[in-house]
């Protein structure tokens, strides 16, 4: 039985807005392409791995990583770095793609994902990889870890930010929404909850497994301002992420194709996570982000 | 007890500045002093256990030394994926101080019973698991946990209790005490060694008059550790005893007595010795059906000293 899912429908409620309809538009630049090279040479070293959600984060972390955040990658530990949390760690591919491509280890390591004495796993751990601020994977556990690493640095007048990226599915966890609470009370203001908005969790669309709609007014009742976007717009989501605050966090509700670049994976639950991917699977893959 | 091990997260809160507290929905006036004197450093953050941990994972990431307080069964069964995830694979210094363990809550039914939560945290790497006897030794206990650079569950008793921690006693993380030891290897009686930890090691002190006056010679070995265990002491017990007795106020599973084989049958260090039958008393395999109090439930289980004394009495022959 296939489980491919039919073109996504612009009246469902996730893809009824102007975000979501921009994110299928949005044509990917030279960086977004080497960047899915990168994950595609992990997946082809593993021969496995988180595709779809993997590829719908790219500009999200490259946002974060080219433009946003400050971090040294030749001094991972920098007292005033900010924060990068992969909360939805499946996705680790983009998260090892970026820190590769920073220099915080060699290209050449990220062949060795998942393999037995490999240093980047199917999950990222924290004291493994330099840049890999927690360990996750577990989901739901990001938002409160960001939550205690932002009132730690309010405590000591640290005036570095905290990044938490998490999945659409992830946040069906109550933890989420325990700490979203507890966020909103201390109006953490350098604080910034991204959700990558790609629409499909493992067994199907998010609108059909557990609906998320309204999404932004959800966060917005937690006491987080609540901006949503295209969320592979690299300068809109600077843009939005450099914004002057008003006093309370930030929900970043990012817009995503999941798959993004690879036509048959893009919105396809079968694309979620591959493994036993052969050579002729790769070199599609390639191929597939040079047609884009 | 439990005021015992709070005062002292604060008095440790005085003296390092990296240590926050971090209570769920705690009793009003709860460490009011500290919320007085530090309130910057004190967080009352509600009933959201799986939160509380996960903020405390982040704040000791950042070097802090969080002690996070609520009941016993809502901090392990609740959030134990916080405490394996956040807390154990990450090997971070929170320290966890649960109210109430095992029935004191009988009152209030099964929902808030700690029945299990040795059993299930000791699954778990990197955790240090301690059972203080009293507030006495609660005292030193909180205070020892400054040198454990990984997460701590510290398990609370009613409070009250009769305190058997010396005067010159010394506290140690994963060191046994010998509250009383045999009377002497010459000595023709058959020899029990009783294996205790938390409260139930004053009760088993209760016992040691009835036994020898049955003509038996008994020691009572304390754990207030119960990770890591301090596998010498227990061989060493072993060694002396015709009949070894495990007492815990825990199910039958996973606790004092599942360490206590452990160790005898298969010993991280050293040679494997003959293990001789191990008498254990604990609470049963169920959810208590009766309410009343700490004492009724342990007696019902035959955990007071009357009931231990029967027990072993019956074993020893």
Known sequence: MSTALPPPRLSTPSMANRWAEASLAQPLDQRSRALRRLVIRALDGGERGHIGPSMSLIEIMRSLYDHVARHDPKNPDWPERDRIILSKGHGCLALYALLADHGYFPDAEIETFCRRDSRLGGHPERGKLPGVEASTGALGHGLSIGLGMALAARLRGQSHSVFVVMGDGEIN?????????????????????????????????????QPLEPLADKWQAFGFETVQINGHDVEAMTAALTAPRNGKPLALICHTVKGKGIPWAEFSPEWHHKSRLNPDEIQALYAALEAE | ?????????????????????????????????????????????????????????????????????????????????????????????????????????????????????????????????????????????????????????????????????????????????????????????????????????????????????????????????????????????????????????????????????????????????????????????????????????LELAGLDPDGITRSILAAAG
């Not at chain 2, 009933?47 to 069964?73: D, H, K, R, S």
């Not at chain 2, 038996?216 to 002396?240: S, W």
């Not at chain 2, 005893?241 to 260090?269: F, I, K, R, W």
């Open chain 1, 173 to 209: 966890e109550g933890s989420v929404w325990e700490a979203a609470m507890a966020i909103g009370k201390h109006r953490l203001e350098r604080l910034v909850a991204v959700v990558d908005y790609n629409k499909l969790q493992s067994y199907g669309l998010t609108d059909d497994v």
């Open chain 2, 1 to 297: 007890m439990r005021k015992a091990a709070l005062n002292t997260a604060y008095l440790l809160a005085q003296q390092d500045e990296r240590v926050v507290f971090i209570g769920s929905d705690l009793g009003a006036g709860t460490l009011a002093g500290m919320k007085e004197t530090l309130p910057e450093r004190f967080f009352m953050e509600g009933i959201a256990e799986q939160n509380l941990v996960g903020m405390a994972a982040g704040m000791a990431m950042e070097g802090l030394v969080p002690f996070v307080n609520t009941i016993a069964t809502f901090l392990t069964r609740r959030c134990f994926e916080q405490i394996a995830v956040d807390l154990c694979l990450q090997n971070l210094p929170v320290r966890l101080i649960a109210n109430g363990g095992g029935v004191v809550y009988a009152p209030l039914g099964s929902t808030h019973l700690a029945l299990e939560d040795i059993g299930i945290l000791r699954a778990l790497p990197n955790i240090t698991i301690l059972a203080p006897s009293d507030a006495k030794e609660m005292i030193a206990a909180v205070k020892a946990t400054a040198s454990v650079p990984g997460p701590v569950y510290i398990r609370l008793g009613k409070g009250g209790d009769p305190v058997i921690f010396g005067a010159d006693e010394t506290f140690a993380i994963g060191k046994a005490s010998l509250k009383k030891a045999f009377a002497g290897t010459s000595d023709a009686r058959r020899r029990v060694g009783i294996i205790s930890t938390g409260v139930m090691t004053h009760r088993c002190l209760q016992t040691v008059a009835a036994l020898t006056g049955q003509g038996l010679d008994v020691a009572v070995l304390h754990l207030a550790t119960l990770k890591p265990l301090d596998e010498q002491a227990i061989r060493d017990l072993a060694a002396g005893s015709d009949l070894l007795v495990t007492v815990e106020e825990h199910c039958p599973h996973g606790g004092l007595h599942s360490a206590v084989l452990e160790t005898l049958h298969a010993p991280t260090a050293g040679p494997l010795m003959p293990v001789g039958p191990v008498l254990r008393l604990s609470l049963p395999d169920a959810f208590p059906t009766a309410y009343g109090s700490q004492e009724q439930l």
